[in-house]
């Protein structure tokens, strides 16, 4: 099974938003509303920012959303904050009963 | 407080074993599943396997199937990863974290256990 797919960068300044995709296919992402969100920052475990598409966490910031289009999921972040910076992973329930991540996006604060 | 505590790093030699652990507490260890998860020095993370220890059925992705087991003691809330024969690739981070079945994410992630090879 393939990774999805996330661009490898992304950027934004504080207060603007930004949205990260994850692009899948019939075989995950646009089978099924079991996609998550995960922030990792350097040398800490992955946090949980967003589950079954676009459901938060207690504690989450509701600066964070998610939504599917197709085979695409995306994350959006509004108010970007300078603690955003860090790297991002998109992961789907697939059709073999596994799961499977995406590549990873690093996000920037300017 | 709800948490999984990993086992301690690990320095080994190509062809040796390993068993690595995670142990639940503060919840109902058989009622969700653990997940295990490899990151590779500055890579990504990529999903490996699951266990239910509710009933120990497991499910590897084909790119970990038969390269490592995962096992599960409920008598003692803890869940392993092994490997019979390791290999310098397997030099990684290895992280659990517990998943309410197909719902919810996986919402609560061990510290991660360093493995190198």
């Known amino acids: 099974q393939s990774a999805l797919t996330q661009p490898a960068s992304v950027s934004g300044s504080p207060g603007q938003s930004i949205t990260i995709s994850c692009t899948g296919s019939?075989?995950?992402?646009?089978?099924?509303?079991?996609v998550s969100w995960y922030q990792q920052h350097p040398g800490k475990a992955p946090k949980l920012i967003i589950y079954?598409?676009?459901d938060r966490p207690s504690g989450v910031s509701n600066r964070f959303s998610g939504s599917t289009s197709g085979n695409t999921a995306s994350l959006t972040i509004s108010r970007l904050q300078a603690e955003d910076e860090a790297h991002y992973y998109c992961?789907?329930?697939?059709?073999?009963?596994?799961?499977?991540f995406g590549g990873g996006t690093k996000l920037t604060v300017l | 407080e709800v948490q999984l505590v990993q086992s301690g790093a690990e320095v080994k030699k190509p062809g040796e074993s390993l068993r690595i652990s995670c142990t639940g507490s503060?919840?109902?260890?058989?009622?969700?599943?653990i997940v295990w998860v490899r990151q590779m020095p500055g890579k990504g993370l990529e999903w490996m396997g699951r266990?239910?220890?509710?009933?120990?059925?497991?499910k590897y992705s084909p790119s970990f199937q038969g390269h490592v087991t995962i096992s599960a003691d409920e008598s003692i809330s803890t869940a392993y990863l092994e490997w019979s024969s390791l290999k310098a690739s397997d030099t990684a981070m290895y992280y659990c974290?517990?998943?309410?079945?197909?719902?919810?994410?996986?919402?609560?992630w061990g510290q991660g256990t360093t493995v190198s090879v």
């Open positions: 992961t789907s329930f697939t059709t073999s009963d596994t799961w499977v």
């Open positions: 079954d598409v676009s």
């Open positions: 019939r075989s995950d992402v646009d089978s099924y509303d079991y």
């Open positions: 974290a517990r998943q309410y079945g197909m719902r919810g994410g996986m919402d609560v």
């Open positions: 503060g919840y109902s260890f058989i009622s969700y599943w």
């Open positions: 266990i239910d220890p509710s009933d120990s059925y497991t």
